[in-house]
T-cell receptor, first 114, second 110 residues
Framework: NAGVMQNPRHLVRRRGQEARLRCSPMKGHSHVYWYRQLPEEGLKFMVYLQKENIIDESGMPKERFSAEFPKEGPSILRIQQVVRGDSAAYFC????????????FGPGTRLLVL | EDQVTQSPEALRLQEGESSSLNCSYTVSGLRGLFWYRQDPGKGPEFLFTLYSAGEEKEKERLKATLTKKESFLHITAPKPEDSATYLCAVQAPGANNLFFGTGTRLTVIP
């Protein structure tokens, strides 16, 4: 029973390029959450999605960041025109569709912007 | 505004030396309080969920407790493999996200 899968595990981009981070939830989970962990800071919520729907994007920066969770395939977090401040670890979590659900995290994608 | 404060920031223990980690929280109501363990370069690994004051949960050398203002993670007779960062998070009623503290970095010395 595979856990939450994320790829790539490491991603290097130059300023101005685009970064695409992928997340496949655990089997049976239909809710996906993205978090960002900056160096020496705690995990910060970005966005919560269900299949084909963005439910809560209150933690997403207003510009350059977008997320989707299509009917088929993984969830994608997309960062356009990356800047050095985007360098961080990005974690995806998934949960089953039940009350008080626990979120299970993937191994993360470490983005480095040169 | 939701707030989670973990203390101490870092803790060094000798193998077998029991101790407790603290998580103080301020949230409008509490849907759940979560403990995770995070090893360097990895994602948070779920440990416990606590829902109401007075609740306790145990797993091997770890025991988590909850009051109306704080949670403790007690570590009994720790081993070097317990070395990790322990994260506390809260979820408010109606909220989708977890609100995390900055963690306690535990080092257990053989």
């Amino acid at each position: 029973n595979a856990g939450v899968m994320q790829n790539p595990r490491h991603l290097v981009r130059r300023r101005g390029q685009e970064a695409r981070l992928r997340c496949s939830p655990m089997k049976g989970h239909s809710h996906v959450y993205w978090y960002r962990q900056l160096p020496e800071e705690g995990l910060k919520f970005m966005v919560y999605l269900q299949k084909e729907n963005i439910i809560d994007e209150s933690g997403m920066p207003k510009e350059r960041f977008s997320a989707e969770f299509p009917k088929e395939g993984p969830s994608i977090l997309r960062i356009q025109q990356v800047v050095r401040g985007d360098s961080a670890a990005y974690f995806c979590a998934s949960s089953p569709p039940s009350p008080q659900e626990t979120q299970y995290f993937g191994p993360g994608t470490r983005l480095l912007v040169l | 505004e939701d707030q989670v404060t973990q203390s101490p920031e870092a803790l060094r223990l000798q193998e077998g030396e029991s101790s407790s980690l603290n998580c103080s929280y301020t949230v409008s109501g509490l849907r759940g309080l979560f403990w995770y363990r995070q090893d360097p370069g990895k994602g948070p690994e779920f440990l416990f969920t606590l829902y109401s004051a007075g609740e306790e949960k145990e797993k091997e050398r770890l025991k988590a407790t909850l009051t109306k203002k704080e949670s403790f993670l007690h570590i009994t007779a720790p081993k070097p493999e317990d070395s990790a960062t322990y994260l506390c998070a809260v979820q408010a009623p109606g909220a989708n996200n977890l609100f995390f503290g900055t963690g306690t970095r535990l080092t257990v010395i053989p």
